[in-house]
């Protein structure tokens, strides 16, 4: 064993310690994000913007020190198996958690999501939320579309949405709507057949967003014209969710 790689192996191993306790750091702080603005700890804007952002800073120093550390102790002869796991786990988690907000930021510049978050099928005519309302009481984002300014921007970002025809009459195009809302695992609000709407509301994974869904059903010549809207209650831009969920649900209700 030589002389130096004695004498580096020590602050190797305290950069994989750094690293280590970093990522654990910014892990930490990731979840309080989460579960601080669930639990009505934090407002969305403390959540995202502060708390997170600062993991993610955390996250990523203790990526770049892990990694550094990592690439020493793999180099050194005198490394020890507990100091490179410590090294991989500290660069693991630490790209784990810049990965939350990195990803959105990511897919935000390169799709060119529009700092929006209400997506309708129609946007001359949007459905109306009728029995979701009272789940929106203290929601920031109304329910009142935004008319041709929000209109013009989903038109550029997704001209690809479009009401979905079905040819059946709308009691059976009812029943096909309905059941696409159970396989998409919405919580169903209201099925109501007379006045052919359902509503529903969708909750995300991480920060348990609520999205509310509206499906407005119409007779046409051809069977059954269907439009589709979906809608955030916090949030300015929602990076594509929403047109995320409505293509999905089209998908569905195609494959019925």
Known sequence: MS????????????????????????????????FGYQLGWMSIRMSL?????????????????????LIGLLASRARTRGAVVMAALGLLVGGAVIGIPG??????????????????TDTADPPL????????VSAPNKVE?????????????????????????????????????EVMGWDLVAADRDDLRIEATDTTFWF?????????????????RIDVRSLSRVGGGDVGTNAKRIRAYIQQLSNQ
């Open 49 to 69: 913007l502060t708390v997170l952002t600062y993991a993610a800073y955390a996250g990523a120093a203790a990526a770049a020190i892990s990694l550094v550390a």
């Open 145 to 181: 579309y935004g008319g041709p300014k929000i209109a013009a921007q989903q038109i550029r970002a997704y001209p690809d949405l479009q009401p979905v025809m079905l040819n059946v009459p709308p009691d059976q195009a009812f029943d096909r709507a309905l059941a696409a809302v």
């Open 129 to 136: 939320f009728v029995d979701v309302l009272p789940l929106r």
């Open 208 to 224: 348990r967003f609520k999205d509310d869904v509206v499906i407005r059903l119409k007779a046409s010549d051809d069977g059954t």
């Open 3 to 34: 002389h130096a790689s004695v004498v580096a192996f020590p602050p190797m191993k305290r950069l994989a310690t750094l690293g280590f306790g970093l990522a654990v750091l910014a892990a930490v702080g990731a979840l309080s994000a989460a």
């Open 103 to 120: 990803r959105m930021r990511y897919e935000s510049r390169r799709n060119g999501y529009p700092p929006i978050h209400d997506i309708s």
